[in-house]
């Protein structure tokens, strides 16, 4: 595993988990256009993050622990 392409998978997941607590919070507040935003981004980095560990399956693990680390961050620190 080449450790930049498994730090930028976990910071991917992380940012891309991060996104989606944000997306799921505006879609409750009936938010149209932040929704839609981070829906868009959503997609845009998802993508990114497949090109890179598609050929690598260990960077599932990888992206699973990006994706716990970005929903901690949303919910402890910025979800005040």
């Not at 080449?2 to 991060?18: E, K, M, Q, W």
Request: proline share 2%.
């Amino acid at each position: 595993m080449d450790i930049t392409r498994g730090l930028l998978v976990f910071f991917g997941a992380a940012i891309l988990d991060f996104l989606w607590a944000g997306y799921v919070t505006a879609t409750a507040k009936h938010r149209a256009v932040p929704a839609a935003t981070y829906s868009a981004v959503i997609v845009w980095v998802n993508g990114a993050l497949v090109l890179v560990w598609i050929h690598e399956p260990v960077m599932l693990g990888v992206f699973g622990l990006g994706a716990f680390a970005g929903t901690y961050l949303k919910l402890r620190w910025f979800a005040k």
